[in-house]
């Protein structure tokens, strides 16, 4: 079997969210079992720049792309790691620049990818099985694939939805300004949503099966929480449509061998390995007592996030007894009330970047997560704070919901986590409940003990993923 990611982003070349590490981290497991993976990838500036492209990367072809008047081309390059295959789409003016996402013409850049990753699919990778999108930025592939295709294509698509809220929306005469496409494909409703073109929508349509990452969330999107329109489509999928509930790298995210972290540790010793990453990193960033519990945020500031949760009580948070350290960028107004707040406080510092190394000493050295999020397909943060002994405090929503055991005094013995109602006063008497909390050792140390028991592998969830596409190929052999 030969499978094809088509994703904007991938480890270890390039993280914004928890699509990087799905993607990444699933491909290798298929690996692992014997199939064929592989992943395409815009080829931004900051891999192109990186040593480990400019020693292992391959130029294997160049491609000509027309986006209606424009003639345009891209240099693709094969690259391998852990037996995956990356095919990196490069193109100077789309993808070299400083961000991944933000620009003005994100639609035409990745309109551009799209349009290269259809033709890398038929015309150098050849012989495809399945092709796994993974949310608006490759949408349009399977659009493409339906109107080019031929008697003998067998290709099958997989659709999946990280992100509900972002589309692939343009007006109907951007079909053929963009993709050389006939508008008939908006006339006849398969790319139309709220009269507007919309290649989520599309892609939905044309896939054999659409999946999501976790069970709560394919219910909430079904029932038209957090889904942004989708609800007038995706129930039409039926059976279809899967939730898939995410693993993690556990070999990536791991306290007894991570090279970041300033002292390993496990299960066993996680109370003194958790005190050494604490007291270190504490003063590392400037914080002055280690003896308070550390709460951290390691997440993108957006609205999704529930950062406005943060930001609406963060003067009552910086008088409780607590110390708090935020990792992240996103909206520029939250980043400035963040950063305004914490400036200067003995308690509280505000990291305005991304930075894996950070992050990783940040999960070993917390005692809670805080993630308020608004909604959340599957969550990422909450399965590495499990893994290193640090308890997540999270609004219940999708995958937060399908991961975390709330604790209270009756079930200490499988409680890894505490989960709230949405709204501020939840949020902020979880924090002070934590505080007290964390007062009570021995109630404390059985609920790290249960997060770090929580299982978290892709192992499960890659033989879920396996098995759909098998089952989207027997399908296939028996309606020819």
């Not at 990186?50 to 491609?63: E, V």
């Not at 109107?147 to 698509?157: E, G, L, P, S, T």
């Not at 398969?190 to 919309?198: P, S, T």
């Not at 939905?204 to 990452?213: F, H, K, M, P, Q």
Request: aromatic fraction near 12%; glycine fraction near 4%; hydrophobic fraction near 40%.
């Amino acid at each position: 079997m030969k499978v094809v990611m088509v994703s904007s982003e991938a480890l270890p070349f390039c993280k914004v969210g928890g699509l990087a590490d799905v993607v990444y981290s699933l491909s290798k497991k298929l690996v692992i079992n014997k199939i064929n993976a592989s992943i395409i990838l815009p080829l931004y500036k900051c891999i192109k720049e990186s040593q480990g492209f400019k020693d292992n990367a391959r130029l294997i072809s160049t491609l000509n792309i027309d986006m209606a008047w424009r003639k345009l081309s891209c240099d693709v390059y094969c690259y391998e790691i852990n037996n995956v295959t990356y095919y990196l789409i490069g193109n100077e003016y789309y993808f070299s620049r400083k961000d991944i996402y933000g620009e003005n013409d994100d639609f035409e850049r990745f309109a551009f990818f799209s349009l290269a990753s259809y033709k890398v699919i038929k015309e150098v990778i050849k012989k495809v099985d399945i092709v796994h999108i993974h949310d608006w930025q490759g949408a349009a592939v399977s659009l493409l694939h339906h109107h080019y295709k031929d008697r003998n294509d067998n290709i099958r698509f997989m659709l999946t939805i990280h992100n509900p809220a972002f589309q692939g929306i343009c007006d109907r005469n951007d079909l053929w300004n963009y993709f050389n496409l006939p508008e008939y494909y908006f006339d006849n409703g398969l790319a139309r949503l709220d009269d507007k073109v919309n290649l989520l929508k599309a892609a939905i349509c044309l896939s054999d099966i659409v999946t999501t990452v976790s069970p709560t969330h394919r219910d909430e999107l079904r029932r038209g929480i957090s889904s942004y329109g989708l609800e007038k489509i995706l129930p039409s999928k039926g059976t279809d449509f899967v939730g898939v509930l995410n693993g993690l790298d556990t070999k990536e995210f791991n306290p007894t061998t991570d090279r970041y972290i300033y002292a390993n540790y496990n299960k066993d010793n996680v109370n003194m390995g958790k005190k050494i990453n604490k007291e270190n990193l504490m003063e590392e960033l400037g914080l002055k007592d280690p003896n308070k519990p550390l709460f951290c945020i390691v997440s993108r500031l957006t609205h999704q996030k529930g950062i406005s949760f943060i930001v609406n009580n963060i003067q009552k948070l910086l008088k409780l007894d607590l110390n708090l350290v935020i990792l992240g960028k996103g909206e520029k107004d939250f980043e400035n009330q963040l950063s305004f707040y914490c400036d200067s406080k003995e308690n509280a510092c505000c990291l305005l970047k991304y930075s894996n190394e950070l992050a990783h000493k940040i999960y070993a050295a917390s005692d809670f997560l805080l993630m308020p999020s608004k909604y959340e397909p599957c969550g990422i943060a909450q399965l590495i704070a499990l893994r290193y002994g640090t308890i997540p405090i999270a609004s219940k929503v999708g995958g937060l919901k399908d991961t975390i055991v709330s604790y209270n005094t009756l079930n200490e013995d499988v409680a890894n986590g505490l989960l709230f109602n949405f709204d501020d006063d939840n949020f902020l008497l979880n924090v002070i409940f934590a505080i007290d909390l964390y007062s009570k050792k021995r109630i404390m140390s059985k609920i790290i003990h249960n997060a770090m028991n929580s299982s978290s592998s892709w192992t499960k969830a890659s033989k879920e993923y396996i098995r759909l596409y098998r089952q989207m190929i027997q399908k296939n052999k028996l309606s020819n």
